[in-house]
Nanobody
Framework: EVQLVESGGGLVQAGGSLRLSCVAS????????IGWFRQAPGKEREGVSCIKGREGSTYYANSVKGRFTISSDNAKNTVYLQMNSLKPEDTAVYYC?????????????????????WGQGTQVTVSS
């Protein structure tokens, strides 16, 4: 069974950094779309970033471009989200999600409804 486990969240001051990890299992970790999403209280879940394992393409929401970097280590079955210059508005539960063949998220990589598998989430809180 496909399983995703996020970690690395915490409480940081504005301007600080965190690195989130998503460890995946249950599928061959070389052909996938894995995205990071976040949800703040009272708000809809939104796409943050994603990476396509087959080609290494990355995508970012405009709100995090230049501050967040997504990367993968296929040998470790892990996708990372390096978050720098954090702002209070980044406060949310961050979720890792995966889409595996047959792909649905390939052409809509930040669309929440196109991912099949989800982790439990990790809390990120940025204080001002």
């Amino acid at each position: 069974e496909v399983q995703l486990v996020e970690s690395g969240g915490g409480l940081v001051q504005a301007g600080g950094s965190l690195r989130l990890s998503c460890v995946a299992s249950g599928f061959t970790f070389d052909d996938y779309v894995i995205g990071w999403f976040r949800q703040a209280p009272g708000k809809e879940r939104e796409g943050v970033s994603c990476i396509k394992g087959r080609e290494g393409s990355t995508y970012y929401a405009n709100s995090v471009k230049g501050r967040f970097t997504i990367s993968s280590d296929n040998a470790k079955n892990t996708v990372y989200l390096q978050m720098n210059s954090l702002k209070p508005e980044d406060t949310a539960v961050y979720y890792c999600a995966a889409d595996i063949p047959p792909f649905r998220a390939f052409y809509g990589p930040l669309r929440t409804n196109l991912y099949d598998y989800w982790g439990q989430g990790t809390q990120v809180t940025v204080s001002s």
